[in-house]
Nanobody, 124 residues
Framework: QVQLVESGGGLVQTGDSLQLSCAASGRTSSSYQMGWFRQAPGKDREFLAVINRGSRLYADAVKGRFTISRDNAKNTVYLRIDSVRPEDTAVYFC???????????????????WGQGTQVTVSS
C-alpha cells in the first residue's frame, strides 16, 4: 500500500505562484510514476502532469505554467503553478502508478493510488 497526502493548497490571487506537495509513505518506490490531476466542480478529473524517473509529461493546457518535480530522498512530488488563474480553481490530486511503462500515463484509470486532494481557490 502507498499513502499519498497532498498539501499546499489554499486561497490565492490571480497571478500568484503556488507549489503543491505530495508526500508518499508506505511501499514507495522511486520507479513509480507520479501524476497530478485536478477536478473542478461539475467536471471530470483532468490530467496535468506526470513524472516518470527523469522524464516529464504535461497536458497541453498547462504546459509552460506548471512544473512537476520530485525529491526521491523525501518521497515527495511537487507541482508548481505559476501565474495562477481563476480557472485553476479545483481540487488537486496526486496519484501513483506502479508500472514499468517508460511513458508516463495521462489516464487516471491507470493509477493505483490517490491522495485525498487539496483545494486550490483562485480569486480574481
Amino acid at each position: 500500500q502507498v499513502q499519498l497526502v497532498e498539501s499546499g493548497g489554499g486561497l490565492v490571487q490571480t497571478g500568484d505562484s503556488l507549489q503543491l506537495s505530495c508526500a508518499a509513505s508506505g511501499r514507495t518506490s522511486s520507479s513509480y510514476q507520479m501524476g497530478w490531476f485536478r477536478q473542478a466542480p461539475g467536471k471530470d478529473r483532468e490530467f496535468l502532469a506526470v513524472i516518470n524517473r527523469g522524464s516529464r509529461l504535461y497536458a497541453d493546457a498547462v504546459k509552460g505554467r506548471f512544473t512537476i518535480s520530485r525529491d526521491n530522498a523525501k518521497n515527495t512530488v511537487y507541482l508548481r503553478i505559476d501565474s495562477v488563474r481563476p480557472e485553476d480553481t479545483a481540487v488537486y490530486f496526486c496519484a501513483a502508478r506502479i508500472s514499468q511503462d517508460p511513458v508516463g500515463s495521462h489516464d487516471p484509470d491507470e493509477y493505483n493510488y490517490w491522495g485525498q486532494g487539496t483545494q486550490v481557490t483562485v480569486s480574481s
